[in-house]
């Protein structure tokens, strides 16, 4: 094990090199390792035809994470999780410049784990009826992408999905907080752990080289043992961060200790939001929780409000949010911090989050709307020409006890007034939410009613089931016009229940707590 300069990291990495990184947005992402790799690229046009596998999308949208190795020529071959967050690569593959893969999210960080034990993929029935299954575009996002790494097998007569895996792993590029002279990694002020270990293990036995970017060396022996996540015999070089600006714990945030620490006690008295059409949507959603729903899951956007919805009535403790990097209790944070969680009560590895997430341990999930067809089937992965990816949605809302899709009725400049226990729409969205077609199954109506899995959709005006024969209106909001301002929107005609009500008056009044 040796420490080296960011710079000697960039020089060392070869042409047509597999290349894994770890990071969760901003969290665990090596920001200077990657910045360097940029500038020696820019520099020396070095290194080329990497082929980039990563679990979870790292990036702010605009320039850093990996965005900084968003160079025709650089990447080669993109597998990854999410790729909202990185768009610079995302229009690579627009262009087919470059080979590009949308995985599940948790099934690369499995994958990872299984490469480790020597194994040459994955099985799951994550995927199944989406974009991701053979049937339909195996994963792939683009023309020139031809392989097919996605296949169906057979076991005990029911269907799996094979997700082959990189022959080996060249380079792995993660982050820890901690060095000691040995080069054990420890890991207390990263908001996540992810796949840090897992990943450097498969580097280790696929015989590549594991680099981390640490924020501080320390003496042998000043490391407790259990706080050491990535033991020095699967590390290969260390860089120490020469700047802090390098190595937040958050891309916006540098540091905070509430995201490590469950003891902090925090001023949680907050002002109530507007009423507006958010909150009548977190409202209806937090309605689907009982009492036995114990563990949730909130998708980042629309799905936050659900848990300031439940803090507003004094509820929040009686429900364990969790977030599909690895956090479980404590506040879900939110923006370019999202995946780490405030007072948390446990961090466990990214892997066994989605273990358990992929076993059904989810009573609820709450998750974004995006594009929602007849049947039921959700698309927030593709939007013309725009690559966001899957990140864990699939694995979150495929296996859920119960799934409820929020978000608003249309999109593009919906103004909403909620008075006097009513929705008035003063001005429509210029896009419709509800189409014949999705561009890309992300959430598979089909596989859902084959698991008998309660699926709901909310708007601000409108709440949808999934029913056997498709999309079934259930209830509108007071003021709201049937005709005119659900049907006319939509782009087909639900089903409509034989015993369509209106949604609950006190979702539309100033104070408002769950019954449970």
Known sequence: ?????????????????????????????????LTEIENHYLENKQPTNLTLIYA???????????????????????????????????????????QGYNLPQGVISHMFRDLASGKKGTISKIGIGTFVD????????????????VKEIFIDDERHLYFKAPSKIDFAILRGTLADEDGNISLEKEALTLESLALAMATKNSGGKVVVQVEKKVKNGSINP????????????????????????TFPTEYDESFVNSSILLNNTKEKSVLDERKVIARRCAMFLSKDDKILNYGIGMPEGIAE????????????????????????AGGLSFGASVTPQAIIDQPYQFDFYDGGGLDVAFLGLAQCDSNGDINVSKFGPKIAGCGGFINISQNAKKVVFCGTFTAGGLKVQVKDGKINILTEGKSKKFIKEVEQITFSSKTANLNNQPVYYVTERAVFKLSKNGLEL?????????EKDILDNMEFRPIISSELKLMDKKIFEDDFKLDL
């Open 226 to 249: 259990k706080l050491v996540g990535i033991p020095s015999i699967f590390v290969d070089y260390v860089v120490l961060c020469s700047d802090v600006k390098y190595h937040h714990q």
């Open 1 to 33: 094990m040796k420490f080296i300069s960011a710079k000697e990291v960039a020089k060392k990495i070869e042409n047509h090199s597999i290349v894994a990184t770890g990071g969760f947005v901003g969290i665990g992402v090596a920001e200077e390792v």
């Open 309 to 332: 919805v439940l803090r507003d009535g004094n509820q929040e403790h009686l429900f364990t949010p969790t977030v599909e990097p690895g956090a479980i209790g404590g506040t879900p």
């Open 134 to 149: 053979p049937q339909l575009q195996g994963g792939k996002v683009n023309e020139i992408t031809s392989e097919e790494i």
């Open 56 to 98: 979870a999308g790292q990036g702010d949208g605009k320039n850093k994470g990996l965005n900084h190795l968003a160079y025709e020529g650089m990447v080669n071959k993109v597998i990854g999780g999410h790729w909202g967050l990185a768009p610079k690569l995302g229009n690579l593959a627009l262009e087919n410049k470059i």
């Open 474 to 482: 259930i209830e509108i909001a007071p003021g709201v016009d049937l």
